[in-house]
């Protein structure tokens, strides 16, 4: 049987103390309390700095009463916007997540590129490079842009065992319609 896993994007919000969060609890407590609710949370600092080893391991700890918790990281926006990393860079960033990995904690790591990066024959090479680079990690792919909704990327997405995201996004011109595409086991 498959497990589902519910949780959402970021924990850490001040407009979720006296929702979510009991009014007396510290931020700092926040994680804890939210692994007693969820089993996953998609990690979005990373998308702004570049993490940290220590920061992961620290986590961890916060979420030792719950098993089966698992962080999603967000890779970083040199990879996804700026694109313009190279090899140290793609080593750092999966160094970084070594004890996500050595906890059995780490989800998928997701590279969520921007409206304006559209289908090409060079940006599909820049989505093989990332499938290469990071291989061995559980990583997806989140596209806002329609032009990648075709039959070639999806081949290529599985060869790659790439995670396909399926978005919910509003029905405007160019996004992404909704869809229930799977392109990883």
Partial sequence: ??????????YSYEDWKNNFYPRDLDSKDY????SRVFDTVELN????????PYTFFSLCKKVE?????IFSVKANSKFTHERNYDTDDSKQFIYALKPL?????LGSVLFQFPYSFRFSEDNLDYIKKIGNDFEGLDISIEFRNNSWMND???EVLRGLNIG??????PGLKGLLLPSSICTTP
């Fill in 1 to 10: 049987m498959t497990d589902f896993y519910i949780g959402t994007s970021g």
């Fill in 31 to 34: 994680l804890y309390y939210y």
């Fill in 45 to 52: 600092f990373t998308y702004y700095s570049f993490p940290n």
């Fill in 65 to 69: 009463e719950n098993k089966k918790f």
């Fill in 101 to 105: 990995e050595n906890a059995d904690r």
């Fill in 152 to 154: 070639l990327v999806m």
């Fill in 164 to 169: 396909f995201v399926n978005v919910d996004e």
